[in-house]
């Protein structure tokens, strides 16, 4: 097969879409495609159906509190299978097709083992590979560390895997191919009336992965705007155009509220009894940042008397709930903290969409929507474009739905040039 002059495209492959074999094939088919039609191709794969899980599974049966080391070494494994069975695939249809580990891709990352970022991509032995007509797939969400060690890149991380490879490759567009036929205005299993964007800008996108839309992993979102890489997060099964993710001059669309996210792997920790004193909260956070521990939102309370105590809330994800109480244990002695409690079951909320900006009406339309669904809000935070609420984590499904209705964001919503009581603002 001769070598190919044509554009250079990154397809990436999800869980679900090479969950068996009947998909991988179905997956190597469409990979068989592209390159029929004259495209350079490189593939990323996801580990198949719920491999990771169980692989995370597998090391709590035998450890408790697994070493991350050798945690990555055990969770690259499932991307490296998804990718070496695609290859078997496309030979047998007569293509010259080459499996790589991250590490072969050359994916240089840092040391942050189970979420180690990208530093690098050396991608010449892809382009060697392409020059020589063949097709790369790439196990994703992997890569190797400045100490030469395997590293994996966060959950979902295949995404930044693809994207990663699209900027280093020169590709004119990151296709994510997955379950759903593109982003929603609310997750769809959630939500079935959802609407499918046809376009939203990176500025909403990384906002809404942000705030829990797993459908493109934040990091993935961050690297594509840093490096003015397209993506077009599509469906695996069905033919026909998802969603591009473009930056805010080149986006059409732009409604008052684009989207309802949601999580429910959030964790509140509360700290009481904080000495009132400068640099209390710095030292908090520096703990938690040291033990790579993400804080989303952070509550303080001011003591009542002068030299009293405060008391200072956060949320950060589920999983990282035993670092941070890990984290936090030496700083009760330090600083003097009352006492350190949890609450692992918390959700979260949000309304994102550009047009927000400056309109406090959405904001006080939410909190109306949620009092009057009998859902209490335990905290919230707002940016120029989107509102969360933290709620518990019962309560998320509900709040979804009641807001996506409210906010007339559904196929077969009437959409209003006013949304009671809030004017849209005049683009020009
Ligand atoms: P993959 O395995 O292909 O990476 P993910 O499970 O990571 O797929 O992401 C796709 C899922 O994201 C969908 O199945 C859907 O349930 C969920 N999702 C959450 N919010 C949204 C949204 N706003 N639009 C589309 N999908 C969403
Ligand atoms: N397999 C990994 C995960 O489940 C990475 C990915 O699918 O993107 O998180
Ligand atoms: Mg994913």
């Known amino acids: 097969m001769s070598a190919l002059t044509g554009d250079t495209v990154v397809m990436k492959f999800g869980g679900t879409s090479v969950a068996d074999a009947e998909r991988i094939k179905h997956a190597a088919q469409r990979i068989a495609r592209a390159r029929d039609e004259g495209n350079r191709v490189v593939a990323v794969l996801s580990a198949r159906g719920k491999t990771t899980d169980e692989l995370v599974a597998m090391a709590r049966e035998v450890s408790e509190r697994p070493d991350p080391r050798e945690m990555d070494m055990l969770l690259s494994t499932g991307e490296r299978i998804s990718c070496a069975l695609a290859a078997m695939v496309l030979k047998d249809l007569g293509h010259q097709a080459v499996s790589l580990t991250g590490s072969q891709a050359g994916i240089v990352t840092d040391t942050s083992h189970t979420k180690a970022r990208i530093l690098d991509v050396r991608a010449d032995r892809i382009i060697r590979a392409l020059d020589e007509g063949q097709i790369v797939l790439v196990a994703g969400f992997q890569g190797v560390s400045t100490e030469l060690d395997v590293t994996t890149l966060g959950r979902g991380g295949s995404d930044t895997t693809a994207v990663a490879l699209a900027a280093a490759v020169g590709a004119s567009v990151c296709e994510i191919y997955t379950d759903v036929s593109g982003v929603f205005s609310a997750d769809p299993r959630i939500v079935p009336e959802a609407r499918k964007l046809p376009q939203v800008s990176f500025e909403e996108m990384l906002e809404m992965a942000a705030s829990g839309a797993k459908v493109l992993q934040l990091r993935s979102v961050e690297y594509a705007r840093n490096h003015g890489v397209s993506i077009h997060c599509r469906s695996s099964y069905e033919e026909g155009p998802g969603t591009l993710v473009l930056t805010e001059e080149q986006t059409m669309e732009r409604p008052l509220v684009t989207a309802v996210t949601h999580s429910t792997d959030e964790a509140r920790v509360t700290l009481t009894g904080l000495p009132d004193v400068p640099g209390v909260a710095g030292r908090v956070l520096t703990v938690l940042a040291e ?83 009998g859902v209490n809000i335990e905290m919230i935070s707002t940016s120029p474009i989107k509102i969360s609420c933290v709620v518990h984590e019962d309560d998320v499904r509900e709040a979804v739905r009641q807001l996506h209705t409210a906010f007339e964001l559904g196929v077969d919503a009437v959409r209003h040039e006013d949304v009671a009581g809030v004017h849209r603002p005049v683009v020009s």
């Open 291 to 373: 033990a790579n521990v993400n804080v989303d939102m952070i509550i303080q309370n001011e003591p009542e008397s002068e030299g009293g105590r405060a008391d200072m809330s956060f949320t950060v994800p589920r999983d990282d709930l035993e670092a941070a109480r890990d984290a936090l244990e030496p700083l009760k002695g330090e600083l003097g903290i009352g006492e350190v409690s949890t609450d692992p079951r918390m959700g979260k909320v949000s309304l994102v969409g550009a047009g927000m900006k400056s309109h406090p009406g959405v904001a006080a339309k939410t909190f109306t929507v949620l009092g009057d669904a």
